[in-house]
């Protein structure tokens, strides 16, 4: 079955303490992307990878770094979780950048 | 500044009418059009696009209309069902391998 898994799913933790967020496609993609979804403010783009090692900025980069490593994976890292980064998590691939793309079920991170 | 608009946060239908969900843009080198349907807990899912080429394209009860010089887009769900009832995104890219820029989002209730 196609699918993007992220984990995890649910996390809360604390200020300051480094937590990676992974992503994983099942479907050959070459595009992945990382959103976050925030209340009013829809769907923000935080990082994107047009292919392995080729990562670059979205809308929101600030505090968070990705990586790129192998074609199916992309995580997410936040080296020093602050409460604003507090949002519904959101991965993605696709074929190329502007076709439709796949979503994973989001992951719900809490910063305290 | 906001490419993609959805200026109605929320919308409501009874069950069997129809469902007009309104989409604007800015960046007139945008030229394929996608909508996306969320459910909560669950990531965003491909709905229907269209190709700038096209002013209309339809899949069963859903279909897109674009009107290039309004540089505006709508989704016309007719019969609404319950099932419809969920947020529903926007978004827009140029050709090529360029990321997607969403809209925030309208939230429909189709009620029976």
């Known amino acids: 079955e196609a699918q993007v898994t992220q984990n995890p799913r649910y996390l809360i933790t604390v200020t300051g303490k480094k937590l990676t967020v992974t992503c994983s496609q099942n479907?050959?993609?070459?595009?992945m992307s990382w959103y976050r979804q925030d209340p009013g403010l829809g769907l923000r783009q935080i990082y994107y990878s047009m292919n392995v090692e080729v990562t670059d900025k979205g809308d929101v980069p600030e505090g968070y770094k990705v990586s790129r490593k192998e074609k199916r994976n992309f995580p997410l890292i936040l080296e020093s979780p602050s409460p604003n980064q507090t949002s519904l998590y959101f991965c993605?691939?696709?074929?190329?950048?502007?076709?439709?793309?796949?979503f994973g079920d989001g992951t719900r991170l809490s910063i305290l | 500044d906001q490419q993609v608009k959805q200026n109605s946060p929320s919308l409501s239908v009874q069950e069997g009418r129809i469902s007009i969900l309104n989409c604007d843009y800015t960046?007139?080198?945008?030229?394929?059009f996608l909508w996306y349907k969320k459910y909560p807990a669950e990531g965003p899912t491909f709905l229907i696009s269209?190709?700038?080429?096209?002013d209309k394209n339809e899949d069963g009860r859903f279909t897109v209309f674009l009107n290039k010089s309004a540089k505006h887009l709508s989704l016309h769900i007719v019969p609404s069902q319950p099932g419809d009832s969920a947020v529903y995104f926007c978004a827009a890219s140029t050709s090529g391998n360029t990321p997607l820029v969403f809209g925030k989002g309208t939230r429909l209730s189709v009620i029976a």
């Open positions: 960046n007139s080198m945008f030229d394929y």
């Open positions: 479907m050959n993609h070459e595009y």
């Open positions: 269209i190709s700038s080429i096209k």
């Open positions: 993605a691939s696709s074929f190329w950048g502007g076709q439709p793309q796949h």
